[in-house]
């Protein structure tokens, strides 16, 4: 699962199952909960006292079931779960990587041109330098020594 920054909001996306859906700070706090195995009845009662009533946090509970975002051992999405931990040695990194470019849509060469050419024609380009012409001049602490009486004056 990968939990991701939307306009609307937190928003989680399952690329093994294909499913997304928002996130809020309920759900967030149930999947920090719940980030490792334990009993969901014993997790749910401590959230509750955490976060308020006993049915929201059940209810969100039963959402993030739903949409595949919360697992239960046992389970087809469980056992899913545990064989991609026995299975999948590269690690996390290696994982989203591959699971976010998996579907991903490429455009052809003639989209490609188009969208350039667009973006060319319509959005100032970024400047290679930049300078300074604009700043306040700093004054350098200059000093002259005369060698005659071994002082400093400024310059």
Request: aromatic content about 12%.
């Given at each position: 699962?990968?939990i991701?920054?939307?306009a609307?909001g937190?928003?989680?996306?399952?690329?093994l199952?294909?499913?997304?859906?928002?996130?809020?700070a309920?759900s967030?706090a149930?999947?920090?909960?719940?980030?490792?195995?334990r009993?969901l009845?014993?997790g749910?009662?401590?959230?509750?006292?955490d976060?308020g009533?006993?049915?929201s946090?059940?209810g969100e509970?039963?959402?993030?079931?739903?949409?595949g975002f919360?697992?239960?051992?046992?389970?087809?999405?469980?056992?899913?779960n545990d064989?991609y931990?026995?299975?999948w040695?590269?690690?996390?990194?290696?994982?989203?990587?591959?699971?976010?470019?998996?579907?991903?849509?490429?455009?052809?060469?003639g989209?490609?041109?188009a969208?350039m050419?667009?973006?060319?024609l319509?959005?100032?380009?970024v400047?290679?330098?930049t300078?300074?012409?604009?700043?306040?001049?700093?004054?350098?602490?200059?000093?002259?020594?005369?060698?005659?009486?071994?002082?400093?004056?400024?310059?």
């Amino acid at each position: 699962m990968l939990i991701t920054f939307e306009a609307e909001g937190l928003a989680a996306y399952d690329f093994l199952s294909r499913m997304g859906g928002p996130l809020n700070a309920v759900s967030m706090a149930i999947l920090n909960a719940f980030s490792d195995w334990r009993p969901l009845s014993s997790g749910v009662g401590e959230l509750s006292r955490d976060l308020g009533s006993y049915p929201s946090v059940a209810g969100e509970v039963i959402r993030l079931l739903d949409y595949g975002f919360l697992i239960v051992a046992g389970t087809a999405l469980g056992d899913r779960n545990d064989k991609y931990d026995r299975e999948w040695p590269w690690g996390v990194t290696a994982g989203l990587y591959h699971f976010s470019i998996k579907y991903t849509q490429y455009l052809d060469a003639g989209s490609s041109i188009a969208a350039m050419t667009e973006r060319v024609l319509n959005v100032p380009p970024v400047s290679l330098f930049t300078t300074n012409a604009d700043a306040a001049t700093a004054r350098r602490w200059m000093f002259r020594r005369d060698e005659a009486s071994a002082q400093l004056s400024w310059l």
